[in-house]
């Protein structure tokens, strides 16, 4: 079914880089009257560019029932949903604030918006959780065994939550909610890509998890298309294909540490408290069991295949080439030069074989 | 004629006949095999010309090529060049590292023969259907070499693992990089519809830790999951009997309060360990056979995966017909340690 695409479109989350993206996306799409960018921060001034065509309104989600009605809502696309605590903005505390009740809060919103018809919401394939007895590839019909451990996976199931409670209320408005693989690129900024952009990648010893990434690209367009054209539902997006956390800790041309788990928990912490990064429990739990999810649902529906995690990876690299210390061509070089010196040596001894074999008698 | 194909004429194997005079090819580089049977002193053929290499490519350097191969298999490992698939199977790594290994124990360990190959399907899903036994679990993994050696597609055989398997750090990982994934219906029947060979072991634990005493007497086969998987795929059975796992380790008793410290299914208690220490853990070289049996097909019966009652019946039939292979096994090898 496709319906003719909204005029006024309300996006959240705005003073981050992807919602940023999104709202400028859709603001140069002429078959959208009106973009509006609903956010309680002001976008850096990196953002400002993106963000010309883009109406804001700076207010939190509690606003956002006024806001709705009076500028005729006809979508929402939720994405102020963070995936890591953000010490500039209030750490935790304020991360769970904006996650889990600023969700509520806009949920109850758009219930009450008449016009509204279409919500489209940023889930992350953290809703799986993380245990050793999960299947290898998650459906989006797979339910997480027990709640996860990592804040951001809470976050998730909790928001996951409130939309099934609004899709029951409101059973007119199609509700897409698209469960996003880490996210790559040349352009990303996620915990993730910091961490690979270092020229040392702390592991987990004895494990090594099976990774999936999203090329950002690519999510801006699936984001895109369920804001234009009617897609209900849930839906895994995510590139197909698997890397082993070596193999792009390699591909990346960084060195592995590999560090047992207790000690990579209490690494990560203390960087954590010292403000390095932002690394929690979620990336620990990604790290030792790995998420691979199927993509299948997303192909059909969308018609759109996001391209496959080892090309989005590879953009990232392309882009992060300043950290890596063995690149392939680094290791052509010296497989060359090794075999090049067996070659000399073998050849000197066979000749020396031969001098010694002609001077016997 | 291969080393392996020569090891299977020698006197010992089940299926022992006098060999008959091949044409040799001779492959560079392999160690000399007597290429002519030279039966009661005389030979049937003369020995043929040995074929002479390429002389305007000059003799083959098979060390160069040896040496070539290798640092390029390191260079191709190092930079991460490599594919893996959803459930972490790295085919490169287990044909060059993991399969090598284990043939050394298949073939010049535990000398396996294997009988009805031809039943295990050449292409598409299959599910092969073992009994366990061995304390550690590796009659899943000498299965899984038969069948990448013995079958004309060379198959990879992808195991059903234990949760417990996938709990522990390193062992985990090789179990995923070899190919083994954890034993629940969603992947056993993505594999099984992706068109993969799935090998599993439905006695599980009350197999591999059942006491000598018990050997080649089949345990309860739990809920019968691989059968419904298998029905709701469509995919043949293949019940398959291995002999000569049992006799590895034999386990003469169980120390349970050190198997719940430790929290472990059971604690073996063998001739060997743990009273020789890490020396308890080499196997005992038994004489292992195993038999494929002939594919029980399902695709008829895609209706009926939830019906309990046709679920038992097949799992019913799988076991007996495991059980009875293994009788005629035990019959055609009565010395555990012969040749």
Known sequence: MVTSPPRVVVVTGVSRPLGARVAARLAADPRIERVVGLDPHEPPPALQADLAEVELIRADARAAVGAFIDLGAEAVVHMAVSSAPDAQRGGRQAMKEQNVIGTMQLLAAAQATPHLRKLVVRSSTAAYGASFRDPAVFTEDTEPRAVPRGSFARDILDIEGYVRGFRRRRPDVPATVLRFAPFIGSAAHTTLTRLFAQPFVPTVFGRDARLQFVHVDDALEVLHRSVIEDHPGTFNVAGAGVLALSQAVRRAGRVALPLPEGTFSAVLGMARSLGIGQIGLDQVDLFVHGRVVDTTRLVNEFGFAPRTTAEAFDDFIAAHANGSSLTAARLEAAEKAILDGIRRVRATAADEKASVGGDAP | ?339
């Open chain 2, 1 to 339: 004629m291969s080393q392996h194909e020569y090891r299977d004429m020698l006197p010992g194997h089940a299926d022992f006949t006098l060999p008959k005079p091949a044409t040799p090819a001779r492959v560079n580089g392999r160690r000399p095999i007597p290429e002519v049977p030279q039966m009661n002193g005389h030979a049937d053929e003369p020995p043929p010309e040995p074929t002479k290499p390429d002389e305007q490519a000059g003799p083959i350097d098979v060390w160069d090529q040896r040496v070539a191969a290798g640092l390029a298999f390191l260079r191709r490992r190092l930079a991460g060049t490599y594919a893996v698939d959803d459930f972490g199977f790295d085919p490169e790594l287990t044909d060059a590292v993991f399969h090598p290994l284990l043939r050394v124990l298949y073939h010049d360990w535990f000398r396996t023969e294997v009988f009805g190959i031809e039943h295990v399907p050449a292409d598409g899903g299959g599910l092969v259907v073992g009994n366990h036994s061995g304390t550690l679990a590796l009659d899943a993994l000498m299965l899984s070499v038969a069948i990448r050696d013995q079958h004309p597609a060379e198959r990879h055989l992808r195991l059903l693992g234990a949760d417990l398997v996938f709990r522990v750090p390193f062992m985990s990982e090789l179990a995923r990089k070899s190919g083994a994934t954890v034993a629940c219906n969603p992947d056993a029947e993505r594999l099984m519809s992706s068109g993969q060979l799935v090998g599993v072991f439905p006695e599980g634990f009350k197999g591999i830790g059942k006491r000598f005493a018990d050997r080649y007497k089949l345990q309860r086969f739990g809920r019968g999951g691989f059968v419904s998987a298998a029905l709701r795929t469509g995919t043949p059975i293949v019940p398959v009997a291995i002999v000569g796992a049992e006799e590895i380790y034999p386990i003469l008793a169980d120390i349970k309060p050190l198997a719940r410290l430790l929290g472990v299914p059971y604690f073996p208690v063998t001739p060997t360990f743990p009273w020789l220490g890490p020396l308890g853990l080499v196997p005992l070289p038994s004489k292992w056979l195993i038999q494929f049996c002939p594919p029980i097909p399902t695709a008829h019966l895609t209706d009926h995966a939830d019906d309990p009652m046709v679920v038992y019946n097949l799992a019913d039939q799988v076991r007996e017909t495991i059980q009875a292979t293994l009788l005629e096994l035990l019959e055609k090898r009565p010395d555990p340690f012969g040749l």
